[in-house]
């Protein structure tokens, strides 16, 4: 696995930075790669030179090899292009997949039913309806045990539902089709016109759906129930027998197909090519299906150019007047556009009457949402995030934008409250009775060589106290703030598997998400988190870095981040969408030993050097409490306490926070009258004695003046 992987980037993707002489992700990188891939919109901050051109073309570039546009707006297809879904009743929606099949061969896919409901599972020629088996150019197999083709459905088979997997068999050398259902053949279903031989009418594996999801295999992944032989999975096929579909070929009429699904915006001809050059390098992987990108800057022939984009183009990379020009002209249709990516918006903003009106020329031109009913995703670069032009922009044309700046001063939204609670070992002696239990959290096993001697104030034991109490603190938080969704952070993979492992022992449903866990596993674990199917998301900062999910009301750091900057960003998952958000941080009272593998195997199963580091060996003494210390003068505030009960202060007057919903505006004092009303009575009373007290002490003093 490539540096670049960490943050989400597909394999194919992290074999081509290598091509750049990219070794490692920048800080800039780092930060928006996952940003952008997470789907929302995204304002980046960086110095010049920083990586901030990777850090929109990777994302933008991956977006466009996991895109499955040749669908019906209502079907929702998942980030590994494997997975699909409508939750729509009584509404058929259908999707085609890139790569079709012709001349000879013999192929299969599987299809597994994840949720009840109706489908249809088949093949499809390119310009066929994607409501399978209603036309003559495709062939359907559905859950009610039917097939179907030209409108006339057979029965076939027996019917089929959640967990069943139907396989789909394509025999092109005898022109035959047919299906079966968990490894159970049924016999051949149709024989094939010799039309579909042709490459121009090559198969594509098909569904459609309503009101379920299906998850694919084309063979990347071992089948449930292999085919028989002489078959091989649609994935084999060799390139000779693949079509891939373009735009323009199917048969949807939503959108003009000639338009791009991204447009970048450059100020200058040499970032044009710069940034096109960069796309091209990472196009050359992704051919499965290919993506097309075309550079439109000054100086090139522009005939050649409105021919190339008649053809189809995938990324359009240009300046801003050349792109507006293109558009005016209609030679550049935006219907379909998904992305739009500006950099150097400073640059262009402060140019008001020419790049900056461009812009506004733009953006009125397209439209509230792409063909596909998805809401574009803008991207913007900037040298500064800190002008008011970029502030104007992001409250006119996004929605709520995550806002990356490596430049800025760190600062916590008024959305987000944010806590501290103490774990100490020594004064809560409860982990020595808790370690005994089966359902305590397992440990590290950095103190499996050390002597524990239990009640005393000794570094080793007091330090095992302390891993063993955050668990028994978290679930104590989770029920006394009746949490219903949380993101808890973890340092390490090990420290999230054993705390997912922890929580479902103490029936609390969590799931893990980190660099060691398969793309598919941590796109399952995210979308199970965003659609409320699992409560507590458990995660390494990488992991979690650009995660979008709005309404996440808590936060929990199981241990304080080691750089500073990184807690404003855990903290910034809740609190957003003008939504309140909690963070509680649990902090040592004691120094803790933990794991910082400098050996060969990076942490692997090999290592058990719970030595020192300056003595050679793979832990450190964690300092939580220095480090709280760095967090508070870095935001320039001191972080609230709260006690093991976590009753939370809060700052607004009347109190009433509900974590997760939208801020109340102002505070509300009816409800505060009566209990202050006794309070206000003695201030007036206690006012009222004090004017008295003076006045007779004026009295006096008068009184003396006259004597003397």
Known sequence: MTAFEEFGVIPQLGEAVSLLHWEFPTPIQSEAIPAILGGGDVLIAAETGSGKTGAFCLPVAQKFALNMADRDAGLSIGPDGL??????????????????????????????????????????????????????????????????????????????????????????????????????????????????????????????????????NFGDSPFDFPPKKGFV??????????????????????????????????????LVEQTHNNLITFAKKLENPPVRCVSVAAGVNMAKMVATLNEGADIVTGTPSRIVDLVQSRQLSLSALQFLVIDEADQFLMDKGGAAKLIDTLFNNLPLLASDGSRRQVIVCSATLHNMEIDRFADRYMSFPQWIDLKGMDSVAETVHHVVCYVDAFSDKQWI????????????????????????????????????LKGVYVLQAIKALEMDKAMIFCRTKQQCDQMEA????????????????????????????????????????????????????FVINVTLPDEKSMYVHRIGRVGRAERMGL????????????????????????????????????????????????????????????????RVPVDEFDGKIVYGSRRTEGATFAGHAPELATAVAQLADLETSMQLEYLRNVSSLHSGMKVL
């Open 83 to 216: 997975s699909c879904e409508s939750r729509v009743a009584k509404s058929w929606f259908g999707s085609r997949c890139h790569a079709g099949l012709h001349t000879r061969g013999k192929y299969y896919y599987e299809v597994k039913i994840a949720r009840d409901g109706l489908c249809r599972i088949g093949w499809s020629a390119p310009t066929a309806s994607l409501n399978i088996g209603t036309d003559d150019k495709s062939f359907g197999f559905g859950g009610t045990g039917k097939k179907s083709n030209s409108r006339k459905f057979d029965d076939y088979g027996t019917s089929f539902t959640t967990n069943d997997v139907i396989g789909c068999y394509l025999d092109l050398d005898n022109l035959e089709m047919w299906w079966s259902k968990n490894g159970e053949e049924f016999p051949r279903a149709y024989n094939l016109p010799k039309v579909f031989a042709d490459p121009s009418m090559a198969l594509h594996p098909a569904v459609l759906v309503q009101n379920s999801s299906l998850k694919v």
């Open 233 to 270: 999975g649609v994935s084999s096929a060799s390139k000779e027998c693949i079509n891939w579909w373009k735009p323009g070929v199917a048969s949807s009429e939503a959108a003009d197909q000639r338009s791009p699904l991204c447009v970048i915006l450059e100020p200058t001809r040499e």
């Open 433 to 468: 009775r808790i370690r005994h239990q089966p359902n305590h959290l397992e440990d590290d096993h950095i103190h499996d060589k050390d002597e524990i001697r239990c009640g005393t104030d000794e570094k080793n034991t007091l330090s095992l106290g302390t891993k063993i």
């Open 502 to 553: 922890y929580m479902k022992m103490n029936n609390v449903d969590a799931i893990c998400l980190h660099g060691d866990r398969s793309p598919e596993e941590r796109s399952k674990s995210l979308h199970a988190f965003k659609n409320d199917q699992v409560r507590f998301l458990i995660c390494t900062d990488v992991a979690a870095r650009g995660i979008d999910v709005h309404g996440v009301p």
């Open 583 to 646: 963070s509680i941080s649990l902090v040592s009272s004691h120094e803790e030993k933990v794991w910082f593998h400098k050996c060969r195997s990076r942490g692997g199963v090999a290592c058990s050097d719970t030595r020192d580091l300056a003595k050679g060996g793979c832990s450190i003494w964690y300092n939580e409490k220095k480090l709280l210390s760095e967090i508070e003068e870095h935001l320039g505030a001191t972080i609230a306490e709260v006690d093991t009960d976590f």
